[in-house]
């Protein structure tokens, strides 16, 4: 049986794997990808990844708080009439700002958004999957 990932490890992955979508191969890892938590580390990195195609052409571009934990961001695509909002944790959107950083507008990368990628970063060290590894030794 596999341990189920904390909610700090699916963030963490939730990173590696929007920044280098094909390190976690399912192909490669299949019994990785059968502990709670890693597919909903593909679902949040690959709306990010979403998110960060649509950013170039994107106008209105907000980031409000949402409880203590959340942010919302809000942006409108006028190209293809798409206004969409995402639900975003700290970490994610501090990924999404220094992945997509071009050091303007709502989304500019701050010191505080570059540490806490790298703290997310520095989680899986030591923690790395390994060919047929089932969980995290956490």
């Known amino acids: 049986m596999s341990v189920p990932l904390e909610s700090?490890?699916?963030?963490?992955?939730?990173v590696a794997m929007t920044i280098a979508p094909g390190v976690y191969s399912r192909n490669r890892l299949f019994?990785?990808?059968t502990v709670p938590g890693v597919a909903r580390a593909k679902e949040r990195a690959a709306l990010l990844r979403g998110i960060l195609r649509q950013?170039?052409?994107?106008?209105?571009?907000?980031?409000?708080?949402?409880g203590a934990h959340e942010l919302v961001l809000r942006y409108r695509v006028p190209s293809v009439r798409l206004d969409r909002t995402a639900t975003l944790s700290r970490v994610e959107l501090s990924c999404l700002r220094v992945v997509a950083d071009d050091g303007s507008g709502a989304l500019a990368a701050t010191a505080e958004d570059r540490a806490r990628v790298d703290?997310?970063?520095a989680l899986l060290q030591g923690h790395a999957p390994t060919r047929g590894a089932a969980s995290f030794d956490a």
């Open 8 to 14: 700090r490890h699916v963030e963490a992955l939730t």
């Open 31 to 33: 019994d990785f990808f």
């Open 55 to 66: 950013l170039p052409q994107a106008e209105h571009v907000t980031v409000s708080p949402m």
């Open 119 to 121: 703290e997310a970063l």
